[in-house]
Antibody
Framework: EVHLLESGGGLVQPGGSLRLSCAAS????????MNWVRQAPGRGLEWVSG????????YYADSVKGRFTISRDNSKNTLYLQMNSLRAEDTAVYYC??????????????WGRGTLVTVPS | EIVMTQSPATLSVSPGERVTLSCRAS??????LAWHQQKRGQAPRLLIY???SRATGIPARFSGSGSGTDFTLTISSLQSDDFAVYYC??????????FGQGTRLEIK
């Protein structure tokens, strides 16, 4: 059974940094691309970033490009999101999501439960 | 960026009814369209991919159709467990993949 468990969320001041982690199990981690998707309070879903199975290709939404960095450690079956220069508009639940293919961003076929990041205005 | 528009924003329906949700893309996404269900306080769950293929474990009462710019999600007979928010999502042109704003199904 696929299991994705996010951690690392919390309260951070504007301009601060945070690193999210997502521990994956139940599938061959290195075989699949992974994504981060966020949801601001009471709002819809917004794709943030994606990374290929080997980690060699990364993709970002314009809203986070240059501030966020996605990475993965396939030896630890863990996905990361380093978030710098945080803004109030980055406040959201951040979901880790598995992609059904090795590269690119397609559709999340499994989702974690999410971790809340709060940046006060 | 492809903009996904869902209608209606909210739909009030009774258990047992048949319901159809609509999703329109600002340009053709071929059949690269997924639907996700999100219950209150929970993570989303994949229902449909490739416009009409049900994901693992999804009941047959959920069906998807469409291609190009217009898509529908149909629930043939609403169960109490189906009251949730439904999001369509395109993956034809990325980055970014993009989601619609969601349709909320409420109990009438």
């Amino acid at each position: 059974e696929v299991h994705l468990l996010e951690s690392g969320g919390g309260l951070v001041q504007p301009g601060g940094s945070l690193r999210l982690s997502c521990a994956a199990s139940g599938f061959t981690f290195t075989t699949y691309a992974m994504n981060w998707v966020r949801q601001a309070p009471g709002r819809g879903l917004e794709w943030v970033s994606g990374i290929s199975g080997g980690g060699g290709s990364t993709y970002y939404a314009d809203s986070v490009k240059g501030r966020f960095t996605i990475s993965r450690d396939n030896s630890k079956n863990t996905l990361y999101l380093q978030m710098n220069s945080l803004r109030a508009e980055d406040t959201a639940v951040y979901y880790c999501a598995k992609d059904p293919r090795y590269s690119g961003s397609h559709y999340p076929d499994y989702w974690g439960r999410g971790t809340l990041v709060t940046v006060p205005s | 960026e492809i903009v996904m528009t869902q209608s209606p924003a909210t739909l009030s329906v009774s258990p047992g009814e048949r319901v159809t949700l609509s999703c329109r893309a600002s340009q053709s996404v071929n059949r690269n369209l997924a639907w996700h269900q999100q219950k209150r306080g929970q993570a989303p769950r994949l229902l449909i991919y490739g416009a009409s293929s049900r994901a693992t474990g999804i009941p047959a009462r959920f069906s998807g159709s469409g291609s190009g710019t217009d898509f529908t999600l149909t629930i043939s007979s609403l169960q109490s467990d189906d009251f949730a928010v439904y999001y369509c999502q395109q993956y034809d042109s990325w980055p970014p993949i993009t989601f619609g704003q969601g349709t909320r199904l409420e109990i009438k």
